[in-house]
């Protein structure tokens, strides 16, 4: 591994993860280049902010669930091919049932260079530390729509207020929201903020 990244579940002890692109269960409908464990990896300082989210969230009786960290540049790339290939409707109704594929770069879904590959992203969401339930956020990871932007209309107000929660945790530990996905944070502070790197997550 790149020196200055870790297995962010060697810091955060007790966090639960499923890295979506090293398995089946995504919007591309197969594992993702890059991707060859299931564990999820991140800058040290990443790290160490997420332990601060994880303390902040705890203490208010939720968990962390991480979804992706570190995002090799060949996985980013796998995504950009995926997203000019003919539609086949394996994953269109899950994932974005009310946008083509052919729009998710334009429209602000995948990004031709993404901050993860930068290692201080997370895409991650809330669970209660009594049940082990997610918390009710009114859309699903990844799902491409307007229903995930972080003032989305439609959703409840308990659901709205899940996002809020989510949000006030990451941006007290040092993080920014990013507006289309209300999963999706960046370290304010990064390591390595002009940095792509490619290395895979193995």
């Not at 960290?69 to 009310?98: H, I, M």
């Not at 308990?158 to 007290?172: D, F, H, P, V, W």
């Not at 304010?188 to 895979?200: A, C, I």
Request: glycine share 6%; charged share 25%.
């Amino acid at each position: 591994m790149e020196k200055g990244f870790v297995y962010l579940d060697e810091i955060l002890h007790g966090v639960r993860w499923d890295a979506k692109y090293a398995t089946w269960d995504n919007f591309t409908g197969k594992p993702v280049d890059g991707y060859e464990v299931n564990r999820i990896v991140g800058t040290y300082e990443l790290a160490l902010a997420l332990l601060e989210a994880q303390k902040q969230a705890a203490a208010l009786g939720y968990g962390l669930l991480l979804w992706d960290g570190y995002r090799p540049k060949r996985a980013v790339e796998c995504f950009l091919r995926w997203s000019e290939q003919p539609e086949d409707y394996r994953t269109k109704e899950r994932y974005y049932p009310n946008i083509e594929r052919t729009e998710l770069v334009a429209k602000g879904y995948i990004a031709s260079q993404s901050s993860h590959s930068r290692g201080s992203a997370i895409d991650l969401t809330l669970y209660h530390l009594d049940t082990g339930e997610l918390v009710s956020m009114g859309s699903s990871f990844d799902f491409m729509d307007e229903r995930s932007h972080h003032e989305a209309k439609g959703i409840t107000s308990m659901e709205a207020q899940n996002r809020r929660l989510l949000r006030s945790i990451m941006e007290n530990s040092g993080f920014e929201p990013y507006r289309f996905e209300w999963w999706h944070y960046v370290l304010r502070n990064e390591p390595y903020p002009n940095t792509y790197f490619d290395f895979p997550v193995k």
